[in-house]
């Protein structure tokens, strides 16, 4: 089963729509560029709410060969959730994915797992993609039970998926403490990571739909460990990239080596 990698940039809080609007002309100009001259991993943005939809003029005014998503959701669909977006909102403004469960929405906002179940609920019957992140703090990784810790995630939310709705998934591998820290985890624990994911899937789902789902792997990737992680990482389908997201040549760098 061959599956299209992904790399997203989650801008997180950076960006209002006049930035994106320049960030995206120059990631189209580079991405355009014969030495950029790929078309083997999908390329998607996740900007804030306010700059989706300078993201989504441009790039059908340009066709561009990218996709983009939101990096929240409200669990409603309408009515008095003030400050909320629903699905349906996102999903009229064309994005394609929604990140669900990020560590700092978890940290920040409360998110519980059975908040995230609805979030996930929500984005797939609006018709999108939800990105769910999971991922070990620094404390379980050094108790030694990260892969249980990141595989529990993944089994609290999908438990009550059907298989049509678990193959629209994309799971992203992001240890907390890599998230925005310069520390990446190693080639070989994020594969391990990956594949523990992958093995849970297969025995909620069977291999098919296991083999289907995207596992992206987040935290402090950059041009410089991009190659390593998707060399050893047969498990591992792309990445959800922060920081390295907001210089449009390194995000396309990243892009033509995944
Ligand atoms: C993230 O926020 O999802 C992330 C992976 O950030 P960074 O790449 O900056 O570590």
Redesign the pocket.
């Known amino acids: 089963m061959t599956r299209i990698p992904v790399v997203a940039g989650?801008w997180?809080m950076n960006f209002d729509h006049l930035e994106a609007t320049y960030f995206v002309q120059k990631l189209a100009w580079t991405l355009r560029d014969a030495h950029f001259g790929f078309r083997h991993c999908e390329v998607t943005l996740m900007p804030p709410f306010t700059s989706i939809r300078s993201v989504q003029v441009l790039i059908e005014a340009d066709r561009l060969k990218l996709t983009y998503g939101a990096q929240a959701v409200s669990v409603t669909n309408q009515g008095a959730f003030t400050g909320d977006v629903s699905a349906d909102m996102l999903a009229k403004l064309g994005c394609t994915y929604v990140?669900v469960g990020?560590?700092?929405r978890r940290k920040y906002h409360p998110e519980d797992d059975a908040n995230i179940v609805d979030q996930v609920r929500a984005v797939l019957a609006a018709g999108m993609k939800p990105i769910l992140?999971v991922g070990e703090s620094f404390e379980e990784r050094r108790q030694g039970i990260e892969l249980e810790f990141a595989v529990g995630q993944v089994q609290d939310v999908i438990r009550d998926l059907s298989d049509k709705e678990a193959e629209q998934m994309l799971i992203?591998y992001?240890p907390v403490w890599?998230?925005?820290?310069g520390m990446v985890a190693t080639p070989q624990s994020a594969q391990q990571a990956a594949a523990a994911i992958r093995s849970h899937l297969t025995d909620v789902y069977g291999d098919s739909v296991a083999q289907r789902v995207r596992i992206l792997y987040?935290?402090?990737?950059?041009s410089s460990n991009a190659t390593q992680l998707m060399m050893e990482g047969k498990d591992i389908d792309g990445?959800?990239?922060?920081?390295?997201?907001l210089d449009a040549e390194e995000f396309a760098t990243i892009a033509r080596l995944t």
């Open positions: 989650n997180k990140l990020h560590s700092e992140c992203a992001e890599a998230i925005g820290t987040g935290g402090s990737v950059n990445f959800l990239v922060g920081g390295a997201s």
